[in-house]
């Protein structure tokens, strides 16, 4: 399980921009968004732990979880991500789902490939590189979205 290890610390460190940016914002920051972009911090919030469940699910195998991916289904922003408690609660639920499903995967299981719709057919270990960089890219729009955004 050294590789596993190595991956869960490695993507739980990445996901550090994002977490690092929740416990200083407030109710009124979701509804900010950077001129001439279309996405809210609320909804950017929301889409990270989506994309989160949806790994959980569709790359890493658990296939009893149930994910509504809103954000995914609407593929833009609906306004309707202003709650912040509800929010933290559900990216802080995709965190735990993700982390426990990670930690069940063997040394062995990060050659297997799986294939999404999302983005092809990869080894489980080119797709932990996938949600790293998509929870990282969307945080860093999400720093700017809270400093400057209106």
Known sequence: MIITQA???????????????????????????????KNTAGFLIRHIADVELLFTKNVFGETELKVQAKTVIAQHDTG??????????YQQSAFNSLKAIIEKQTDEDWQQTITTKEFGTKTKSEAIGRIISHTAYHAGQLSLTLKYGM
Do not use: G, H, M
């Open 7 to 37: 991956y869960l610390q490695t993507w739980a460190e990445a996901r550090t921009r994002f977490s690092n940016l929740l416990p200083s914002i407030k109710e009124e920051d979701l509804v900010k968004k950077l001129i001439n972009t």
């Open 80 to 89: 309707e991500w202003t709650n912040l408690q509800v929010l933290l609660d």
